[in-house]
């Protein structure tokens, strides 16, 4: 089995969430998402919406989705990498480059991000 993770805070879920969610598990047979903790969105100095329990009961009703798991630190990538036995990683290409030290344990792709949607977009949208 070709397992898939990418992480993410996954608020506001709209179309570009869907699309990367979709293109990340036709690459592999199993799909987890590293789903952003409150605690670790208020450490980055972002705040969500949804809680992470929401959030996290949002995705897992999501088809592309087979599992969830709490994305706590910044390092915690190769150890969920490794003990998940990852075959690939997927992030949106704006974070082109960032994750390239994951290489030597996983594959890493780069997916482009859907056009004219994000999450800062609509909460600058609904600020206006």
Not at 54 to 64: G, S, T, V
């Amino acid at each position: 089995m070709k397992k898939v993770i990418t992480y993410g805070t996954f608020d506001l879920l709209h179309a570009g969430h869907i699309n990367l969610l979709r293109r990340a598990r036709e690459l592999g047979d199993y799909l987890i998402v590293a789903l952003s903790t409150d605690e670790f969105n208020a450490g980055k100095h972002k705040e969500a919406y949804h809680s992470y329990e929401d959030r996290k009961l949002i995705l897992e009703a999501i088809k592309y989705v087979d599992e969830v798991i709490p994305e706590k630190t910044w390092e915690q990538k190769i150890p969920d990498v490794v003990n998940n036995k990852v075959d690939v990683f997927v992030m949106g290409n704006d974070w082109e480059g960032k994750f390239d030290f994951l290489k030597e344990y996983c594959e890493v792709v780069y997916l482009p991000r859907t056009p004219g949607i994000s999450t800062t977009q609509i909460k600058s949208d609904l600020h206006k």
